[in-house]
């Protein structure tokens, strides 16, 4: 048991401590130019990936048949990271072309389309990302006894609940923001 809640525990600072970052980050002065948040190098955001996947691998206790079903897992989980570090950097980059131009040149010069048609691309990448995770967990899913369920489902839950959290904390933080340019 003691394991479970040490893992449970190990699971949570992984998943707050970007939040924590991040909310360090946001902290600073408000104008436009100081407002870049800083953020996880490449070799960070790897080693958070490997964080994340060795508490989930330690948490369900795997057994040796199991570990057999593990690598594609682990794969789906990175392929994951790594696409969601390219959509981060995609929007850092038209942010930064964006960057000196007032709100009304942004909105006047605006297509509509185009950001329909980059939004849906983003979106069939995630989907296709977790489609690729839950292709690769059935197998192993299957073979899991109940308690490792359960452990999967309680990572799971605080996993989601930290990232509602984040989410929140951020309009939190983009609210003073917006009314401090106007």
Do not use: C
């Not at 707050?16 to 946001?26: D, E, F, N």
């Not at 104008?31 to 996947?53: F, N, P, S």
């Not at 057999?68 to 995609?90: G, H, M, S, V």
């Not at 185009?114 to 197998?139: H, I, S, V």
Request: charged share 30%; proline share 4%; hydrophobic share 40%.
């Amino acid at each position: 048991m003691s394991k479970i809640v040490a893992a449970g525990v190990t699971a949570l600072f992984i998943t707050a401590s970007p939040l924590a970052y991040a909310q360090t980050a946001a902290q600073t002065p408000s104008t436009r130019e100081v407002r870049e948040v800083e953020r996880l190098t490449e070799a960070e955001m790897a080693h958070l990936t490997d964080a994340r996947v060795d508490v989930v691998k330690s948490a369900l206790q795997l057994t040796a048949d199991q570990e057999k079903l593990w690598p594609p897992i682990e794969e789906a989980i990175r392929a994951r990271a790594r696409d969601r570090q390219t959509r981060i950097a995609n929007i850092e980059k038209e942010a930064a072309e964006l960057r000196g131009r007032s709100r009304l040149e942004v909105l006047r010069d605006r297509n509509p389309v185009e950001f329909m048609q980059r939004r849906a691309e983003a979106l069939t990448q995630r989907g296709a990302d977790l489609k690729k995770l839950a292709d690769a967990w059935q197998p192993l899913y299957q073979t899991l006894t109940a308690d490792q369920k359960r452990r999967l489902g309680h990572l799971a839950i605080v996993t989601l609940h930290e990232l509602r959290s984040g989410v929140e904390h951020r309009h939190l933080q983009a609210e003073p923001l917006e009314r401090d340019e106007d």
